[in-house]
């Protein structure tokens, strides 16, 4: 089992910048692909990026690209998600989330085996 711990979250007006992270911890040389999902109340879970752990191929939704950037340091079992030109629309939980295989199509909650807590971003207006 892998234990995921994100951090990094908080308020920002919009224009702004955040760097969240979350760190792997547990089995970790299990891990195939990481991802970010991002969930507002009431709304359903979204995907925003993923990056496969071998050979650091990313992808990014739509909504994100070009302004959110995806990396990972094996050495410190931490991924990161810079998020640049942030959004009102971009305030909501961000939960990071792993696997123990590659990162084709891998989208859905039900894709991935181990979950952090989440952390929050606020963007004001």
């Known amino acids: 089992q892998v234990q995921l711990v994100e951090s990094g979250g908080g308020s920002v007006q919009a224009g702004g910048s955040l760097r969240l992270s979350c760190a792997a911890s547990?089995?970790?040389?299990?891990?195939?692909?990481m991802a970010w999902f991002r969930q507002a109340p009431g709304k359903g879970l979204e995907w925003v990026s993923r990056?496969?752990?071998?050979?650091?191929?990313?992808y990014y939704a739509d909504s994100v690209k070009g302004r959110f950037t995806i990396s990972l340091d094996n050495a410190k079992n931490t991924l990161y998600l810079q998020m640049n030109s942030l959004q009102p629309e971009d305030t909501t939980m961000y939960y990071c989330?792993?696997?123990?295989?590659?990162?084709?199509?891998?989208?859905?909650?039900?894709?991935?085996?181990?979950w952090g807590q989440g952390t929050q971003v606020t963007v004001s207006s």
């Open positions: 547990g089995y970790t040389a299990t891990i195939g692909c």
């Open positions: 989330a792993a696997r123990p295989f590659g990162c084709a199509r891998a989208t859905l909650r039900g894709d991935y085996n181990d």
């Open positions: 990056i496969n752990n071998a050979g650091g191929t990313t």
